[in-house]
DNA sequence: TAGATTGTTAATCGATTAACAATC
DNA sequence: TAGATTGTTAATCGATTAACAATC
């Protein structure tokens, strides 16, 4: 299913992709075209047709695509048929947020721990996962086969955190802290930089004309 | 300041961009050469003079480029300068995380009111705005001049919301739930679609050749 | 002035769209 | 078979990089 040379946009756009299917499939829809898919997602249907053929021929022709099928396999090259450990680092408000996202579990991504520097927190549960203070951290993840570290910390603790990390073996973090974490290529970083993405609306608000189709 | 035709590609960086002056700023920079910057970020030097020559020749040649100048400059373009009056729709984990973020008023957000469907939390605190029901959206809109509305709150929820926001003339959307809002072309929506993020790194995870060089 | 570095044009690269033959 | 729609090639469009003249 692995294929590669699989382009940034394309791999931006399947998670959109697994989405609408997702809603189609739960609307009983058994099968839909790239035409029709694209007036859904608007997007055009050329390259529907363009990104799903990275991966394989899921379509037929004179038919369209099984709903159904097509979901389960971009399920799949996503890699959401495994399972993935995850730990949380950081139990503050938005730690909080992420940790008690139900859906997590029913896409494979499991919580197995939660660390915080505030001793206070020691014990106390989050989502049923007991905190613990960051010094655990090297251990739990080698004994508990973490893939995943989901960071949601201040910046300049999130920096040394990564690095031992890295050292430990995680495979992935996702990166809620205001930095570009800096890491060797064998670990895959996903940022979401929430202050950055209020500016771009900033942005669009003071420069209406910027967009005028959108 | 305003410039029309700004692809998004620009737009998208322009943040990223503001973070690294700002850093650069604080630790006392005065000035930095594309060059010098493009190692920084790991970006090319000839991307960060063209996406900056969009709004305005900024640098000055043989020198480089003031920090604090351009990064005011660029706070200007992203309207950072310009206050901006919020609400939160959901007062659930993720709202509390997002109003409880200290920054947004730095940067001149300001959070003016909380709104949520449970009953209980009518009155509660959040950052200290009392939480209010839902049927109160319009009128405090208009009152209090509120231009940006956060949605934290599930999709089948935020859809009918949307339109209530759009019909009291909200000017942007930070759109949290898991659907793509269909709102008139006037109103600005920044999604922040949290579980695509997540499946990006799990591709990422499962295909590993797929970025060799990062 | 000489050296450095921008601003900007031209060249390249990559991504999107259009078109159509293949085929169900 | 005829009609529909994919898979895929070719054309277009846009974004990035390279190069260098302008200029501080």
């Keep these: 299913m692995a294929v590669k040379g699989i382009s940034r946009a394309v791999v931006r756009r399947l998670p959109r992709y697994f989405r609408y299917l997702g809603e189609l499939k739960d609307e009983g829809v058994e099968k839909i075209s790239s035409q029709e898919l694209s007036e859904l997602m608007n997007v055009t249907a050329s390259q529907i047709r363009q990104d799903l053929n990275n991966f394989g021929g ?19 090259i996503l890699g959401l048929d495994q399972r993935h450990n995850l730990i949380l680092i950081g139990a503050g408000n938005l730690g909080k947020a992420l940790a ?43 004994k508990n086969n973490i893939d995943i570290a ?34 060797p290529p064998t670990v895959m970083v996903e940022s979401v930089h929430l202050s950055e993405s209020l500016m771009r609306l900033s942005y669009t608000l003071t420069n209406p004309s910027a967009f005028p189709m959108q």
């Design 58 to 76: 899921f379509g037929q022709q004179g038919y369209g695509y099984n709903v159904s099928y097509l979901y389960d396999e971009i399920g799949k």
């Design 100 to 142: 008690g996202y139900a859906n997590f579990e029913k896409r494979g991504f499991y919580m197995r721990g939660v660390f915080d520097v505030n001793p206070e927190l020691k014990g106390k549960k989050i989502r049923g996962i007991p905190v613990m203070p960051m010094e655990d951290i090297p251990e739990f993840v080698k």
């Design 150 to 183: 989901v960071i949601a910390i201040p910046k300049t603790a999130a920096v040394p955190v990564a690095r031992t990390l890295v050292d430990c073996g995680i495979r992935g973090i996702w990166n809620f802290s205001h930095v570009d974490l800096e890491v």
